[in-house]
């Protein structure tokens, strides 16, 4: 198997939160209450599943305002 020449940008729900240490829920009601907005911090993919863009999570926690 082939070692990935990019790193990885979107991450599932799980992996944020085991990455980040906010739980699962706590993801939820970022993405519900609008503190992350579609098309910034996440996206739906094709089969409908919200994947989160770790550059862009990162960008949000220095700033300290919601994007």
Not at 36 to 45: N, P
């Amino acid at each position: 198997m082939g070692s990935m020449s990019h790193p990885i940008s979107w991450v599932t729900k799980r992996k944020l939160a085991e990455i980040t240490g906010y739980t699962e829920a706590a993801i939820s009601t970022k993405v519900r209450d609008g503190v992350w907005r579609e098309g910034v911090i996440f996206v739906k993919s094709p089969d409908g599943r919200l994947q989160f863009n770790l550059e862009e999570y990162s960008n949000w926690v220095q700033s300290g305002r919601r994007v």
